[in-house]
């Protein structure tokens, strides 16, 4: 199944930066989360806690740094999620500070039974709403 | 002078939590940040580098905590301003879940030149604005 | 009872600071927590989760900073212990560059029951152990 | 030039867990950071400001996640490193607690003349250290 893409605007506080004057690398997974957070509320759910049974848990990230952004800075998270699998979604994320590249990056997530921690589907009516 | 309120709403990210499945104790100064940021910008200056010369520098922290919050929880984060002196600054926080006190606290930030890294007034008409 | 001291040497790291080149005020809190977790192994016990049964949360934090400290420095974090009630206990810390002091500031916990998330005595012999 | 492998050893801490009770995706960036900070230092340089001409900025992180960890495990982070090219070098980490693999990751950083923000070779007497 083909995502939609998600839009959100956030800025640069001083805590994502370090001494080297931009954001720190790992800094942009704080944005990436809080994109993923969003998106999911939008439908309805809540983000990694999916649903009294289901959690997502997080199998890979990844991030590319294409230019550095400075505290202050209003940045533009798009994301973009797929199913991988039943048990699998994929975010993808790019950042831009208006027309300008800032960041590239993933999330895999897993889907698990919180009370197993095994591996399970994503209920059906979760995964469409999220991938539709 | 006594300064006015600003409130700022947010969401309890999965990051902002730990082990204890509430929100880690160093995690309420990110709300603490994220609120002086927006009041801040409110203002027309940017936080902490106020203008092209004059920073704000912590000088001291803390923080109560008189409930726990969860991923997902939307709180209420309550601003107070206040000047100390000419060169310092005090924010105090009041963080809400609906009617429920969570968390209480204050940031004392001292205004430097930065080129010196020496303290210095805060420019009058950014200490009128702030303080109003 | 009159705690002891213990003493913990810790790198400054780079993700510890921010834009204005120094230790962000909340990084701090990082190394409050790596000396309590250090001193708390050193007795025999988990930290925050004490035992089976018994859990350390925060009540309070709080830190003054006295001079700023960059990537790479070394800091000796010196941390005293003493119980308030015999379900608190204060952890005080006095952070050094050499000679110079850098931060001062204290950690309040209250023990519960984590079963029942309710305030519980410290047991007697944990709290003879972390105080004598 | 094929790297050494540099060994590091350090706790889960509280902070570095959420909300699942395990260790929070990007806190694997802190072990991997930690672990670049005591290879390098171990080699007589700073990190990421190498000297005072350099610094390694990072171009891409990565991290894969196979079991998770919880706080006071001790964890094994081996880093090993290798050069991709003048400007950019590669490390590669192995998070291991006992035999069982918890974490794999790189992190790719590239030279830059700091006061040029452009990308620069690598000393030749530092990447021969970093790298042989």
Same mark, same amino acid.
Not at 44 to 52: H, T
């Given at each position: 199944m083909m995502g939609e893409t998600f839009s959100f605007v956030e800025d640069v506080q001083i805590? #994502?930066?370090d001494a080297q004057g931009v954001v720190h690398y790992s800094g942009y997974y704080r944005f990436f989360t809080d994109a993923m957070h969003e998106f999911v509320k939008s439908k309805?759910?809540?983000?990694?806690?999916?649903? #009294?049974k289901h959690w997502f848990v997080v199998l890979e990230s990844n991030a590319k740094y294409l230019n550095s952004a400075k505290v202050g800075d209003t940045l533009d998270i798009n994301l973009t999620v797929n199913s991988v699998s039943k048990k699998i979604i994929r975010f993808d994320f790019d950042i831009k500070r208006g027309q300008e590249q800032i960041c590239q990056g993933y999330v895999l997530h897993i889907c698990i039974d919180k009370d197993k921690w095994k591996s399970a589907d994503i209920p059906d009516n979760i995964l469409n709403e999220l991938t539709k």
């Open positions: 805590y #994502d930066t309805g759910y809540k983000f990694p806690f999916i649903d #009294d």
